[in-house]
Antibody, heavy 122, light 113 residues
């Protein structure tokens, strides 16, 4: 059974850095694109970007490019989303999710992590 | 970028009735080389991550009740929920995955009368 387990809730101050994680199990981690989705309080889903663990190929939504960095550690089947300088507007739940079809960039998300709540407040 | 819109923003139906949610993309998500529409539907219940219901615009995901169905092609799509049940209360999103960034629609909230 596929599982995506995300790191726990975070409370940070503006300007601080942050790294959240998403560990996959039950499937060949290296062969499926994995993505990140933001959900701000009371709002809809925003596609942030995707990364292919096999070679770290990636695609970012332009509005997130330069604001966040996606990375993977193949040895631990873990994907990461990191910020170098948080802003209050980064307060949201962040979900990781796995693409449905092996090696295919253009598919839906078939498995989701439980979400990591991030609160940024002074 | 492809922009996704949905209508209505919210709808309220009685138990056992039909709910219809519309989704429109700013450009076609039909990939000509395989004749597939790169459009999916998700359900998000309160406090939970989303769950995929429909892929390729009209293919029901395994385990999803057959009262959920998807239709449409090109730029206009519909999610239909027949015989609405209490457990269908959720926000429903469409998503295009033809051209990155793979935008979601703004969501449609379904409530029971």
């Amino acid at each position: 059974e596929v599982h995506l387990v995300q790191s726990g809730p975070e409370v940070k101050k503006p300007g601080e850095s942050l790294n959240i994680s998403c560990q996959g199990s039950g499937y060949e981690f290296n062969k499926y694109w994995i993505g990140w989705v933001r959900q701000m309080p009371g709002r809809g889903l925003e596609w942030m970007g995707i990364i292919y663990p096999g070679d770290s190929d990636n695609r970012y939504r332009p509005s997130f490019q330069g604001r966040v960095t996606m990375s993977v550690d193949k040895s631990s089947s873990t994907a990461y989303l990191q910020w170098s300088s948080l802003q209050a507007s980064d307060t949201a739940i962040y979900y990781c999710a796995k693409h449905a079809l092996v090696g295919s960039i253009g598919t839906w998300f078939d498995s989701w992590g439980q979400g990591t709540p991030v609160t940024v407040s002074s | 970028d492809i922009v996704m819109t949905q209508s209505p923003d919210s709808l309220t139906v009685s138990l056992g009735e039909r709910a219809t949610i519309n989704c429109k993309s700013s450009q076609s998500v039909l990939y000509s080389s395989n004749n597939k529409n790169y459009l999916s539907w998700y359900q998000q219940k309160a406090g939970q991550p989303p769950k995929v219901l429909i892929s390729w615009a009209s293919t029901r995901i395994s385990g999803v009740p057959d009262r959920f169905s998807g239709s449409g092609s090109g730029t206009d799509f519909t999610l239909t929920i027949n015989n609405v049940q209490a457990e269908d209360v959720a926000v429903y999103y469409c998503q295009q995955h033809e051209t990155p960034p793979y935008a979601f629609g703004p969501g449609t909230r379904l409530e029971i009368k």
